[in-house]
């Protein structure tokens, strides 16, 4: 498959009172045309920076990167801000994790789509620039649209601001969504249903998304691959069944124990312990403090390896090689 997205070796430092930070430590990973991929890890891994830093959002001045974003066969990261500015909302766009912060209240839901589809560039009449705020609304199931046009977003229910923001993200046919925890805030049913209207809004359109989540449970219906991400840096990526069949990273062992089951009365175990500070630069493995299959050569730098063409995980235990 043909890369749309890759990062390579990609860092990120920030500049904070108690010093630098060192919170992307050489983050790997690819998208392809179409594809969707999720990334999934603890809160704190550094998802949320991943994102903002391929959207370009990352705060310039107190911001040091190094490595690559190649997107459409652009490097991202030298890119002017003008130019960001036109691919944003266009060719990628974003959902974030809580719809109704993410809509403006002092606005009504018409005039905020309406930003929107003037960003697309094209100048479109009227009539043709309601019609396609209609279909956008119709297309995420939305049964009365004007009505949602006309409303303020705390009119809405969380799960129709959901609705809203997915159909603001795919209005302009983006090539690439990221979706950045979408609907945590909601409960799971509505979680669940914004879910299968990106998926099937997606495949209509021709989209790849980004999902980032700390729920692999969540991710397994959703994803064609997975990437799994601790302490600022990628330690297994595997397509979704790979992931949950064969899992060889204790720490994606341990997130998948932690998926609460269907039907089931105990308590996930979650993980625990908590990822290390991004002040200290560890020589070896960051997962070593809390890892049961921790071995002596775990304190030598940790890098990928592959274990077939769709998987690699970068861990030399025992448990990696079974
Ligand atoms: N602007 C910033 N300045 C300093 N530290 C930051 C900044 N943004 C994020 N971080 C830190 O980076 C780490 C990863 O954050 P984030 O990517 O938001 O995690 P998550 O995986 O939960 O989305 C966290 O320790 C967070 O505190
Ligand atoms: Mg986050």
């Not at 330690?235 to 899992?247: D, G, K, L």
Request: aromatic share 4%.
């Amino acid at each position: 498959m043909s890369d749309l997205l890759r990062v390579s070796d990609f860092h990120v430092k920030f500049a904070t009172i108690d010093g630098p930070v060192h919170v992307l430590r050489g983050v790997d990973l690819a998208i392809g045309v179409q594809e969707r991929v999720a990334v999934v890890g603890e809160s704190g891994s550094g998802k949320s920076v991943t994102a903002r830093a391929i959207l370009g959002l990352l705060p310039a001045s107190k911001t040091q990167v190094s490595g690559s974003i190649i997107f459409q066969g652009a490097e991202l990261t030298r890119l002017s801000e003008r130019k960001y500015r036109a691919l944003r909302g266009r060719a990628i766009s974003m959902i974030f994790q809580d719809p109704t912060a993410a809509l403006s209240p002092v606005f009504p839901v018409r005039s905020q789509l309406r930003r929107i589809v003037a960003r697309d560039g094209g100048r479109l009449g009227e009539a043709a620039i309601e019609e396609k705020m209609r279909q956008a609304l119709v297309d995420v199931s939305i049964a009365d649209p004007e009505r949602v046009l006309d409303s303020y977003s705390f009119q809405l229910s969380g799960g129709l601001n959901q609705r809203v923001m997915i159909a603001a993200s795919l209005m302009n046919r983006p090539s690439l969504l990221i979706a950045d925890e979408p609907g945590t805030a909601l409960d799971a049913t509505v979680q669940e249903q914004s879910l299968r209207v990106m998926e099937r809004l997606s495949e209509a359109h021709g989209t790849a998304i980004l999902f980032i989540s700390h729920n692999l449970g969540v991710v397994r219906r959703f994803a064609h691959r997975v990437y799994v991400m601790y302490a600022g840096r990628i330690v297994e990526a595997a397509s979704t069944a790979e992931i949950f069949t064969n899992p060889r990273h204790p720490y994606t062992r341990l997130l998948l124990a932690s998926v609460p089951r269907l039907g089931s009365t105990d308590l996930p175990l979650g993980i625990e312990g908590s990822i290390p500070d991004y002040h200290e630069e560890p020589a070896g493995c960051p997962f070593i403090p809390r890892c049961p299959a921790a071995i002596a050569l775990c304190t030598a730098p940790v890098v990928m390896r592959s274990i077939s063409e769709s998987h690699s995980v970068a861990c030399v235990s025992e448990s990696a090689q079974e």
